[in-house]
């Protein structure tokens, strides 16, 4: 079985300041691991995503995140948060041998402030 | 390319009631998902489709039932509604063993009273 955790509900962070937002997972396999953000009564956006090679991959929005394979963690971050960086994170994983579904975390609030 | 959209955005139903909800992709996908987010539970997979003329049970599917009509559309059932069923249901859809992210719809926001 696989699994996400998102340990935090929310984040506050002071814009101009550098944001993490944790995950960790769990698979039997290689994991496939994606970043989405959901803006108020929105749908969930893509950010990005890890599937093989290089261990810091880099998506919209200035975001990243680092793949860390001996802790099972993908941290998305940020070096400078924007107030329009506000919104609703989630993470999600699969197992990357055949065909499977996306597992998501609970999600964590990023809330940036002025 | 509208990408994936749904129908309809907001509904209000009473207990015992049934509806449709209704999914559209226009990209091409094989695959498409039926999710409901609920507030400190993230998302959660009710069926999928992997392919035209296939469905399988997510992990919340009791109460639900949908039909993959054609490679486009993937519609979700309820067929007698309960409170517990209210939420935010969104449709997805990817493409195997091209781009492995899902693209989401904007969501149908279903009240049962």
């Known amino acids: 079985a696989q699994s996400v955790a998102q340990p935090e509900d929310q984040v506050n962070v002071a814009e101009g300041n550098p944001l993490t937002v944790k995950c960790t997972y769990s698979v039997s396999g290689n994991p496939y691991l994606f970043w989405y953000v959901q803006y108020p009564n929105r749908g969930l956006q893509f950010l990005l995503k890890y599937i093989t090679g290089d261990n810091l991959v880099k998506g919209s929005y200035g975001f990243e995140a680092e793949f860390n394979k001996s802790q099972t963690s993908f941290h998305l971050k940020k070096p400078s948060a924007l107030v329009s960086d506000s919104a609703l994170y989630f993470c999600?994983?699969?197992?990357?041998?055949?065909?499977?579904?996306?597992?998501f975390g609970k999600g964590t609030m990023l809330l940036v402030s002025p | 390319n509208a990408g994936v959209t749904q129908t309809p955005k907001f509904q209000v139903l009473k207990t015992g009631q049934s509806m449709t909800l209704q999914c559209a992709q226009d990209m091409n996908h094989n695959s498409m998902y039926w999710y409901r987010q609920d507030p400190g539970m993230g998302l959660r997979l009710i069926y999928y489709s992997a392919s035209e003329g296939t469905t399988d049970k997510g992990e919340v599917p009791n109460g639900y039932n949908v039909s993959r009509l054609n490679k486009r559309e993937f519609s979700l059932r309820l067929e007698s509604a309960a409170p517990s069923q209210t939420s935010v249901y969104f449709c997805a859809s990817r493409n195997p063993g091209q781009v492995p992210e899902q693209f989401f719809g904007p969501g149908t926001r279903l009240t049962v009273l």
């Open positions: 999600a994983v699969r197992d990357g041998i055949g065909y499977s579904t996306l597992t």
